[in-house]
């Protein structure tokens, strides 16, 4: 497309200016001339300007033949040199989208990888805080295990002290009661002073009778409070049981995730670098084709190059012809001169 501003008054202007100072306009000095415009844009306009200007004009001697031949060749040389070059504007520009979209696809895959990557990495993180935390607490579990087992063995060992206790005292009653009744019967015929004695130490034995009989009470509720706090640590140990298997299972199961997460993170790290590989493909493919842009336009300068000189050497025959014209003009001048001198000696004689 042609730019802004080039139209065919500049391509018009730009050839005139060029003729006048004794050059040929050609594509190459208008667009030098201007300053801008593509050469598949001057191209046509000048080859309007030529035409309306009827530069055959300029070519009076030559045989028409070698007038159309040489204009056709540079019309196809400057054909062939735009088609290629726009053909390779276009291959390239094509190739270097298609580059850049893969490009940003591949940096955009990349990115995903990344951040995919990194939630790999954080889940990956709370996961093992998660099983430190799981480990600590079960840690923490069989640590009050270990005391339930010890306070339960202590609530034992005290249960069967009291047990024994009670049956002590149970048989220091019964003890008692024996010598009581063999006393009783023995001091039946004493005195009344024994019977004194024998009823305040009747009352002292009643009195230590309760007060065992007390203790029994008292044993009988530690017991049973011993029995509860046995029953309510079982009930604890049996659930943390339950929490530790439960536990066992959760860290398990995120061991497993870790091993999947794992897998996941080499996988897209394969494909990362798969991608990394591609682009260093791609990279070498836009080098390749830099490389043919620029043998092309090498190739479109040796062109031009020919062009030009086929039309210096186009220059150097019109103005040989000119020169020969002029000289048979001066010729057919003196042989005008000499025919009149040979007319007049006619006359003469």
């Known amino acids: 497309m042609a730019r802004a501003g080039v139209t065919y008054v500049d391509i018009a202007k730009a050839a005139e200016a060029i003729k006048s100072r004794g050059q ?3 594509v190459d000095r208008v667009r030098e001339h201007l300053g801008t415009g593509s050469k598949s844009t001057i191209a046509p306009l000048l080859k309007r300007w030529r035409s309306d200007n009827g530069d055959a004009a300029d070519v009076s001697g030559l045989p028409n033949d070698l007038v159309e031949v040489v204009k056709s060749l540079h019309e196809r040389v400057q054909h062939m040199a735009d088609h290629k070059i726009d053909q390779a504007r276009t291959e390239f520009k094509a190739t270097t989208e298609e580059l850049h979209q893969e490009l940003a696809e591949a940096q955009n895959i990349i990115a995903q ?4 990557q990194h939630d790999l990495e954080q889940q990956l993180n709370s996961a093992m805080e998660g099983k430190r935390s799981l480990g600590q607490s079960l840690e923490d ?3 009050a295990m270990a005391k339930s087992e010890s306070q339960r063995g ?3 060992s005290r ?3 009291l047990k024994a206790t009670v049956e002590e005292l149970k048989q220091e009653n019964r003890d008692i009661r024996d010598h ?3 006393y009783q019967q023995r001091t039946a015929e004493d005195h009344q002073q024994e019977r004194e004695q024998f009823r305040t130490t009747n009352q002292q034995l009643q009195g230590q009778i309760q007060g065992l009989t007390q203790q029994l009470t008292q044993a009988d509720a530690q017991i049973s409070e011993q029995i509860q706090e046995c029953t309510q640590h079982q009930i604890i140990i049996d659930k943390q049981t339950a929490e530790n298997h439960a536990l066992q299972q959760e860290i398990a199961l995120k061991n497993t995730e870790i091993g999947s997460l794992s897998d996941n993170i080499k996988a897209s790290q394969d494909k990362s670098q798969k991608l990394s590989c591609q682009n260093e493909a791609l990279q070498e493919k836009v080098t390749l084709l830099t490389g043919r842009q620029s ?3 090498k190739e479109v300068i040796l062109l031009t190059q020919s062009l030009d000189k086929t039309e210096a050497e186009l220059r150097e025959a019109k103005d040989k012809v000119a020169l020969l014209a002029d000289e048979n003009k001066i010729i057919l001048q003196e042989k005008a001169v ?3 001198q040979f007319k007049q000696l006619q006359d003469s004689i």
């Open 159 to 161: 249960v069967t002290e």
């Open 180 to 182: 009581f009744e063999h």
């Open 141 to 143: 579990a069989h640590v």
């Open 24 to 26: 040929e306009p050609t």
């Open 154 to 156: 202590e609530a034992v």
């Open 295 to 297: 043998a092309a336009e």
């Open 113 to 116: 990888l990344t951040s995919r």
């Open 338 to 340: 000499i025919q009149g």
